[in-house]
Structure formats: C-alpha cells, structure tokens
C-alpha cells in the first residue's frame, strides 16, 4: 500500500522556472547527435556487393568455401591498381587460411603462390600463411627456409616476432631476438612465461608479462612473483607498470601499494588513495589524500581528491577542503557545493544549506551536479504528491543540464507527471522528445511505448517475434595500421589481435579511436566482456576533445552493433524457440548477465550465458528430462536458462518486467514486493523496487532488448528515422 507523505523541501530561492518548451529544444537535436545513424561509407568494392569478399567473413569456413573458390578463380575481378585490392586477392588469402586450418597446405600454398604481388598491404602475412602452410605440410626443409624468408624479408614487422619463436625452438637466440625487438607480441610474452615456468626468478621476463600480458590468465599470479621476489630491486617506472596491472585487474589494494611506490604524480598519489578506499583502508586512504593535497596543491587530480577526502574525513575538517575545492578547482566547484550542502543539512543548518544549493544552481547552473540536485527536488515533490513542482523541477533539469545522467528519467518523468496533471499535449511532447535526445536509453523505450509504437510493453514482450537484420560486413576500425584494418575486415581476428598489441602503444591514456579499436579487437578474439567495457566507457571521457570524438562516433553504425553484439544468434533462436520467448529479450537478458562470457563464473557460482546457478540448473534438468550437461557449454545454458526464464514468467502471468526482476533477485522477493507496492503503474513499481541491483537489472536488461530493436529491427529502425524526420520539420520555423 502507498502511503503519501508531505515533503519539506529545503530550497529557499526564488528560481523562475523556464518557460520554454520540451519540445522547443527539437531544434537543436540536429548536432546533439540524437538523429538517426548516419550511413557509414561503402568499402572500395561495395559496387559488387554480391561477390564481396568482406560480405562472407560471418560465414563458417564450410559455408562460404563455395563462393570462394568462384570468386578465387575469377581473374576479371583482379585489378592492376595496387591502391586497390580486388576481390580474387581477397577470396585466395581467406580461402588458403581456410584451408589451412582444415589441415590442407597444397591447396593453401598454390592459393598463396605470387600473392603478394597483387595484395601489398598484407605481404608480411601472406609469408606468414605460407610459412605455416609449410609448417603443416611436414616438409621441414621448405619450413625452415619459408620461416627463414619470413624474416629476411619482414625483418622489422610483427610478423618477424612469429618466425623467431618457431626458429627459436631449435636456436634459443631467436627466443632472445622476439623478447628484444617484439616485446609487446603475444609470442614473446608466450615466450617470457615459458622461460618463466623453468626458471621463475626473471625480473626482466616478469616485467615485460607485467607490462605486456594483462591478458593471460595468470597474469595476477606473475603480478604477485614479481612483487614478492624482486621488490628491493624495482625502480619506480616499474611500480607504475605493475600498478597499472593491479589497476586493470581491479585489484586496488595491491594497485594502491605499487602507486605508492610509483614516480610521484599527482595521478599516481590519486590512484594510491583511491585505491586504498575501495580496499576498505579509510584511514590509510585519508592519509594518502592529504598527501596528495600537500605535494600537489594545484594539480586538477588534488581537485577530485579533495572531494574525496571530505567524504573520509570529520565534517568540520570536510567543510574546510570542499572549500578549497570550490575556491580553487572550477571543474570541481559544483560536486563540492552539492557535497556542502547535504553535509550543511546533516548539521541541521538548513539556511546555510539551501544558500549553498542556491549557489549551486545559479553559478553552476549547466552542470551535472545542478542537474543531480534537481532531479532530488523534483523526486521529493513527486514523493510528497506535489506533481506540478516534480514537473517544473524536471523541466528546469531537461533545460538546464540535458547532458547529466538523471536527464533521460527526468525527460521521461517530465511526460508521466504532466499525463498525471492532465496535460497530455505536453506529455506527448516529453516522450517524443526523450526518444529523440536519449535514443540508447531504457526511458526511450518506456517513451515509445507510451506513444503507442510496437515495440512491446511488460506484459507483450515475451510473446513477439521481432525481425532481426545483422549488418553484412564488420565496422571500419578507427585506429591502427592499413594491415590491421584488412585482417580486421577480412575476420582474421587472432592475427589482427597480435597485430594490435605492437602498434597498441598507448594502453594507460589512449585515445577515443584507439580505445574503441581495442573494444573491438577483445570482442574480436572472444573477450566480450572487457571488449565491452572499453567501447561502453567512452561515455565516461570528459576532456572537451575527447568528448567530440566520441559524440561523433556513436553517430556512426558501428558504435552500436559493436556495443550491441549478437554472439551465438543460433543458439539464442533455437532455445527461445523452444520456450517460445522473444529471442531479443533473451540476447538482452544474456548480455547484462554475462556479456556473452560461455565461462564466466559469479562469486556465488552462477555459471555461463544466462547465469544459471548449479542448483537450479539440477532442478531444471530434472523438469526437462536432460541428464547430461554443462553450464559452459552454449546450448544446454541456454536450454536450462530459458526455461527458467519461460518458469518465471508463467509466475508473473507474462509480465516480463516481474520475471526479469525475480530471474534475479527470486520469486520470493518480487512477491514480497507485490504485496507492498501497488502494480498499477509498471514505472512507479520498477522505482520502488527495493534492491538496487535488481532495480538496476530491469532496467538495464530493457535498455538492451530497446537498443537491439532500434539497432537490428528494421520496422523500429524506421519508426526511429521517421520520428527524426518530423521532428527536423517541427524545428523550421514556419
């Protein structure tokens, strides 16, 4: 049962509240970057489409083998232009890596034969097919001399790095040669572990692993060696590596340490503290601020620590360093001023408090911080039954602060308390305007479906059958060399990966082209889930350069089929089918539980795509009659875990909103719930939800099923163009 309560509101200002229309702003959503994708430009030989090479690298090697071989064997496609590569040259170097993988090396080496010639831009790595050809053909004489050449010819490319570890079998030199010259190559980090495993007392092998390898799998083990064996010995520079290491790894207790031991920059003592707090060392981490502070009073690192200090520290001491921040970090100020506030409020100094937020919302009136407190005024209204004031509040934010992360809820809550005034012109308005200004956010899907658009509610989602259209061909790569983006487009994944970590040079700050380049490279070899997170985190950079470039990229396609991949399509069809549940919620469910990890094991044992835990998959079997399984192993996950999730939803009579919240948090929970919130609105109940984390995954697992709608459904991307179009012609002026 809701129980309303008045809400005193401690904001004593006198803020007019802006006058100007939700739908007003449609005019700027132009270069907001709200409209719909802009066409990404067409690869050199998309005029034969058809016959394109690119188009068939999704395929399996058996499934495109055919058309390979037609398009190998077709010399009028071949060009004389080096400056363009032809589709034959193409088809011969996919095929004959094909083909040696299917343990067939004539057939490989004839495809090979003369094709750097006519391909330049892979010629190190046509040797490398070749030498490996070679390699499996048994001929050890032609092997050696085809490794030979290899680095003869390529003598400084990466490539060089394969050849030194195969020749360095029979001549240790070589070994020493790769570690040199090719450090950061996969093979010379294979190489430094090998030598490792015989001799662990290596500094110099273990730094370049820490330097190099934070991708292996007992890259925190060589952490750990390397401190605990040479740490008397280790310079500073190499702190900073392991450091990064620990960092990378979210190990922060152990990154804080090395920091500590790190040159002295403002950014290393601001890692050192940090990571000691969310060690829980609060008093350690208090100390390491005030370090910070002391050495570096003007850093912009102090500016932030500052801040988090005072949340470490007694409130007398703590007013007195958000002042400093305010006085001395601009780019800080506003987060000081809310922190002020609410500590002001703790005191019981209600006047001084809402003097502070008064200051807040006129001298920082654009900034996230304005627009966080805002939205806190408009939820105290909403809470206490004061719609209009909720409403105003809302508007103000959408105005004033569009960009801060409570903008789409407010847009969105703009149309849901304006229906509940009665004003259902303006509410319309709001919605429009939330999907056009968030279009990714899981409050434009809620916004579609209160304008009435197909795209499913809570109650109908289970049952659809939306239509799914994959891009043919991969994105463009932002970053690295012209070699790169061929084996990248030409799905060689493992040979660009290895490719990549050379010319990767800058890890610790790249750029947004370079780190949405190392997203996909992670995807590329099977690493979802950091792959993910590296593409997901470009949302958080904040330097205005930074920020322009990603802006400009999520206009592009390939931002969000990157972001929203469709790994394992078939098998997702297959056991949606079975259960009879819409195949996208389904990819929805599974990217937020595992990011598409098959291995992937929670801290209480939940295992594979869907997360099943050991019990309930022993409960579900039972129920399905499957004696055998593993919940590592693709299918049968998705077997027992949409089941489960077709269990959950007979539950909650096909609500979906009520099976994804108890597929998380357990039907006992989510009918605790229904007992104590009234279901008549789905979006006041998903607010009231009382765990975090569940409230969280509803909402997150909804904002992925809307992406991959707007993304891969044909009709929902055309209503999302549509929308677009009228919105530009509602913005001219009449």
Do not use: C
Not at 254 to 272: D, E, F, H, Q, S
Not at 287 to 301: G, N, R, S, T
Not at 407 to 414: C, D, G, L, P, S
Not at 524 to 545: A, E, F, H, T, Y
Request: aromatic share 10%; net charge neutral; charged share 25%.
């Amino acid at each position: 049962m809701n129980q309303r309560r008045n809400t005193r509101v401690y904001v004593l200002i006198s803020l007019s509240v802006g006058v100007m229309a939700i739908g007003s702003l449609l005019a700027a959503a132009s270069w907001m970057g709200v409209g719909p994708f802009q066409k990404a430009q067409q690869p050199p030989d998309a005029a034969n489409s058809a016959s394109s090479v690119k188009m068939l690298v999704s395929l399996s090697p058996s499934d495109r083998a055919a058309k390979l071989v037609e398009l190998a064997g077709d010399r009028s496609n071949n060009s004389n232009n080096l400056q363009q590569i032809s589709p034959q040259s193409r088809a011969r170097y996919l095929l004959a890596g094909d083909l040696i993988q299917q343990g067939n090396a004539a057939k490989a080496l004839k495809l090979l034969e003369n094709l750097e010639a006519e391909y330049p831009i892979l010629a190190s790595q046509i040797a490398l097919k070749r030498a490996q050809a070679y390699q499996l053909s048994g001929d050890k004489g032609k092997a050696q001399k085809a490794w030979q050449e290899l680095l003869k010819n390529y003598p400084s490319e990466p490539v060089a790095a394969e050849a030194l570890y195969v020749l360095g079998k029979s001549k240790p030199e070589y070994w020493q040669q790769a570690v040199t010259e090719f450090p950061a190559h996969p093979r010379s980090v294979e190489i430094a572990q090998g030598k490792l495993k015989q001799n662990p007392n290596q500094p110099e092998l273990m730094l370049l692993v820490a330097k190099y390898g934070h991708y292996i799998k007992d890259y925190g083990t060589v952490l750990e060696q390397l401190v605990q064996q040479n740490s008397a010995a280790l310079k500073p520079e190499d702190w900073q590596e392991i450091a990064f290491g620990y960092w990378e790894k979210q190990d922060y207790g152990k990154g804080a340490i090395a920091y500590g031991k790190a040159p002295r920059t403002p950014k290393n003592l601001y890692r050192k503290a940090r990571g000691l707090w969310l060690d829980g060392k609060i008093p350690e981490s208090r100390i390491a601020y005030q370090e910070l502070v002391q050495e570096f009073p003007d850093a912009e690192d102090t500016g932030l620590g500052l801040i988090r200090l005072s949340r470490v520290s007694d409130p007398k001491d703590a007013i007195v360093y958000l002042d400093r921040a305010i006085g001395s970090f601009p780019n800080y100020a506003a987060e000081a001023l809310l922190d002020k506030s609410q500590l002001l409020d703790k005191a019981g100094s209600g006047q001084s408090a809402s003097d502070t937020r008064k200051l807040l919302l006129t001298k920082y009136n654009n900034s996230d911080k304005a627009g966080e407190l805002r939205w806190t005024i408009a939820q105290q209204y909403a809470k206490g039954g004061d719609f209009k004031s909720a409403w105003q509040w809302a508007r103000e934010l959408t105005t004033n602060n569009p960009d801060s992360e409570q903008a789409a809820e407010a847009a969105f809550w703009v149309g849901k308390w304006a229906q509940q005034l009665g004003r259902e012109q303006d509410a319309k308005t709001a919605f429009e305007y939330t999907i056009l200004r968030y279009p990714e956010s899981y409050f434009a899907w809620r916004s579609a479906v209160l304008l009435g658009w197909p795209v499913g509610d809570f109650t109908t989602v289970r049952d659809l059958s939306p239509n799914v259209v994959r891009p043919q061909g991969r994105p463009e790569l932002t970053a690295g060399s012209p070699a790169l983006k061929e084996l990248y487009q030409l799905g060689q994944d493992r040979d660009a990966w290895n490719l990549w970590q050379v010319e990767f040079t800058n890890r610790v700050e790249p750029s947004i082209a370079e780190q949405f380049t190392d997203g996909l490279m992670r995807i590329g070899v099977g690493d979802n889930l950091d792959g993910l997170w590296m593409i997901g985190s470009l949302r958080q950079r904040d330097k205005p350069d930074d920020r322009t470039q990603y802006l400009a990229l999520r206009q592009q396609p390939a931002y969000w089929q990157a972001l929203y991949p469709f790994p394992y399509l078939e098998n997702i069809t297959k056991g949606s089918q079975e259960n009879k549940i819409n195949q996208v919620l389904v990819t929805a469910l599974i990217r937020q539980e595992s990011r598409f990890m098959p291995g992937i094991k929670s801290s209480v044992g939940a295992t594979g795509l869907m997360q099943v835990m050991p019990e309930t998959a022993s409960w579900v079997a039972q129920k399905i009659n499957l004696k055998k399984y593993s919940l590592e192993n693709v299918d049968d996950n998705i077997k027992l875990g949409t089941w489960y999730l077709d269990h959950t939803h007979d539950e909650y009579k096909n609500n979906s909103m009520l099976a994804v919240a108890s597929y998380n948090a357990g039907p006992n929970a989510v009918a605790d719930w229904l007992k104590r919130f009234s279901f008549s609105d789905p979006d006041a109940f998903a607010e009231k939800i009382p765990f975090p984390e569940t409230k969280g995954y509803v909402k997150s697992v909804f904002e992925n099923y809307w992406n991959y709608l707007r993304i891969y459904n044909p009709e929902v991307n055309q209503l999302m163009s549509e929308h677009y179009a009228n919105s530009q012609k509602k913005a001219k002026p009449q």
